[in-house]
């Protein structure tokens, strides 16, 4: 099992893209520039008053979510449709398609199946399946079976599987496709639902994710509104995306980069998945004009070619390079120079970035993300063609044009065999460039989002109901607690915590909720007792520091047995006394909350000798709580 790669995640795009606007996928799809599209529209004689009919019978349908199990199950059959070179629903020896997903644990209420064995890239694939082009009279396929399996609403989850075969010799390739779209029966029980998206820098101003522009390890933190003790965080994967299952309700979503919260929407969860993106603007330097015109022959060795950008600022931070792919061969590797010496030219020694590359497209751009590379003033990148066998170098350019720089772009060559990189010269290459391009999120509009309220850690519900409760529901993993005890008694008592179940503080056993004032309550706290965190006892007039950890997630209760040991308290030998009146033997309050995780306690019955209007101390033990995340 495995995460999307670029290219499965940018499939979830398109066919995301699609169900939830198809009207406007319509339009985009049949009025691509992909020149493969374009080609099948042609070769099937597709008629597009028909097309355009059967597609606005089509209705928005909510976005599926990616399932691993389900990818395992399409990039299995898209492995056999390569070793049998065949698309087939059912290749030799293979199970059925129920079987097939089933074997990967999968448990589903309904399911289909879509295969594409002779794409040359995502789009053209995707536009395969959406516009369903075939040999029939009309040049669709009847019915449309492909394209009804990615606007079915009944589908909520979706595995891709897509792998490349460049063998020349074989009939499928060069990208062949596995869709397997389903419902699974835990949806179908749990009454929860997906929240899905990409984060992405939209390095080719498209304002639509495209391959490797997806930005992994960026925090979304979710929080409950209707239910404000939930609280969860993940981070997007590899490709930019992520997702988590959500029960019904109204939630803040909160996007974090580099410690700052730089985008917050709220969202509502009911009974389908809701899709929630962050697209990241910024600056784009580049010379083409968007499309590869010719290629340039650099002669039968290596070639390193440069474009030339001035940083709009005085730095700027470039975290993306572009390179404009070819059937004639791509580059092994890209760099950035730096202009130190101000000849507006680069040389060999001024090189501040080398990334290897191994790209195994040849359409369109790919976006290479790059570690964050400061530059100033004039500023290269760069790409290095190697040579094959001594065979010419056909590097791909664009003509200059009207609203295009001239005289930007720059070569060096080696007659032959390989270029020495630490001592080259370059020359200027007039009229045409490179499709080299290099990207910056310096200029995006990015405001933090400060916190209304900067509570410390566990004072949630001290704060909102003014009640003796450690909240930790809005943290993640693991808290780091301290805690002073300081005693002003003649009784040597001890204090302990466990957990509640929420505010009113049952106790949840197995399914059942003991709540205070049931004659359980007692024995149910103290069997259920924090161990991570010692019980707390100290002399008196000496203060003591304990050291433990809580775990996030859960709301903790403290309680006191009074001058006694835990074992006498569990045999009821000894008080024990709770946050809870209900729970006391006595009725009485016997804990106070005294401050921000400070507690005070009263070890005697009825808050002792008072007289007729005296409030206790609450100082028999006062407890001090730290926590650090």
């Known amino acids: 099992m495995a995460n999307p790669n670029t290219k499965e995640q940018y499939m979830l795009e398109l066919i995301n893209r699609m169900r939830t606007n198809p009207q406007a996928e319509y339009d985009i799809l049949v009025n691509s520039t992909n020149p493969d599209i374009q080609t099948a529209l042609s070769y099937f004689k597709v008629n597009l008053t028909e097309l355009k009919s059967q597609?606005?019978?089509?209705?928005?349908?909510?976005?599926?979510?990616?399932?691993?199990?389900?990818?395992?199950?399409?990039?299995?059959?898209t492995q056999l449709m390569i070793d049998y070179d065949l698309q087939s629903h059912n290749l030799p020896n293979e199970p059925s398609l129920r079987d097939r997903i089933l074997n990967t644990g999968y448990q589903f209420t309904t399911v289909a199946?879509?295969?594409?064995?002779?794409?040359?890239?995502?789009?053209?694939s995707h536009g395969a399946f959406a516009i369903d082009w075939g040999n029939n009279p009309n040049g669709i396929q009847n019915p449309p079976g492909h394209r009804n399996a990615i606007m079915s609403n009944n589908y909520r989850e979706v595995g891709i599987g897509i792998l490349s075969e460049d063998n020349s010799s074989t009939q499928v390739g060069s990208l062949l496709t596995t869709q397997h779209f389903a419902n699974s029966q835990q949806l179908s029980t749990t009454n929860t639902s997906w929240l899905l998206g990409t984060v992405f820098r939209d390095v080719d101003d498209d304002d639509f994710y495209s391959i490797g522009e997806g930005l992994s390890d960026i925090t979304v933190n979710i929080s409950g509104i209707s239910n404000p003790n939930f609280n969860t965080s993940i981070k997007t994967l590899g490709a930019g995306g992520y997702q988590t299952l959500l029960s019904p309700g109204e939630y803040q979503v909160e996007f974090i980069r580099d410690n700052n919260t730089v985008k917050t929407e709220k969202v509502s969860i009911d009974k389908e998945n809701i899709k929630l993106d962050w697209m990241?603007?910024?600056?784009?330097?580049?010379?083409?004009?968007?499309?590869?015109?010719?290629?340039?022959?650099?002669?039968?060795?290596?070639?390193i070619v440069f474009n030339a950008y001035t940083a709009e600022s005085p730095f700027q931070t470039i975290d993306f390079i572009s390179v404009g792919l070819s059937n004639l061969g791509n580059p092994s590797a890209v760099f950035l120079y730096e202009d130190k010496d101000n000849n507006k030219q680069p040389d060999s020694d001024e090189k501040i970035l080398e990334i290897d590359t191994n790209f195994i497209d040849s359409q369109g751009f790919a976006h290479i993300s790059i570690p964050p590379t400061k530059v100033e003033n004039t500023f290269f990148v760069g790409a290095l063609y190697k040579h094959n066998n001594n065979q010419p170098n056909w590097i791909p350019i664009s003509n200059n044009s009207n609203n295009t720089p001239t005289n930007q772009s720059w070569i060096a060559t080696s007659n032959n065999g390989n270029l020495d990189l630490e001592n080259f010269s370059t020359s200027l290459l007039e009229d045409k460039n490179w499709l080299l391009r290099a990207s910056s999120s310096d200029n995006s509009i990015i405001t933090p989002v400060e916190p209304p309220n900067d509570i410390p850690i566990g004072t949630n519900l001290q704060k909102s109901?003014?009640?003796?409760?450690?909240?930790?529901?809005?943290?993640?993993?693991?808290?780091?607690t301290n805690v002073r005890v300081t005693r002003d008694a003649d009784y040597d008592n001890i204090i302990g915590f466990y957990v509640v179940n929420d505010i009113n503080g049952g106790i949840k056993i197995n399914d059942e909720i003991i709540n205070p004032g049931d004659t359980r309550y007692k024995q149910a706290a103290l069997q259920n007792r924090i161990t991570s965190l010692d019980l707390l006892q100290t002399q008196d007039s000496i203060p003591s520091n304990f050291n433990g950890t809580l775990n996030g997630g859960s709301i903790f209760a403290p309680f006191i047995i009074v001058d006694g040991t835990f074992n006498d308290a569990l045999n009821n030998k000894v008080e024990v006394y709770f946050a809870y009146q209900g729970a006391n033997s006595d009725n009485f309050d016997h804990i106070r909350l005294l401050g921000d995780n400070t507690f005070g306690f009263e070890d005697l019955p009825n808050g002792g000798d008072r007289g007729s209007i005296a409030e206790p101390d609450y100082n028999d033990l006062i407890i001090k709580m730290d926590f650090s995340v």
Do not use: C, F
């Open 113 to 124: 199946e879509n295969i594409y064995a002779y794409g040359s890239s995502v789009l053209e």
């Open 280 to 303: 990241i603007d910024g600056k784009t330097y580049q010379l083409d004009n968007g499309k590869r015109d010719a290629h340039y022959n650099s002669g039968s060795g290596d070639a």
């Open 55 to 77: 597609w606005e019978q089509l209705q928005p349908a909510q976005p599926v979510a990616w399932s691993n199990k389900l990818h395992e199950s399409a990039v299995t059959h």
């Open 465 to 480: 109901n003014n009640i003796e409760l450690v909240d930790l529901t809005n943290q993640i993993g693991t808290i780091k």
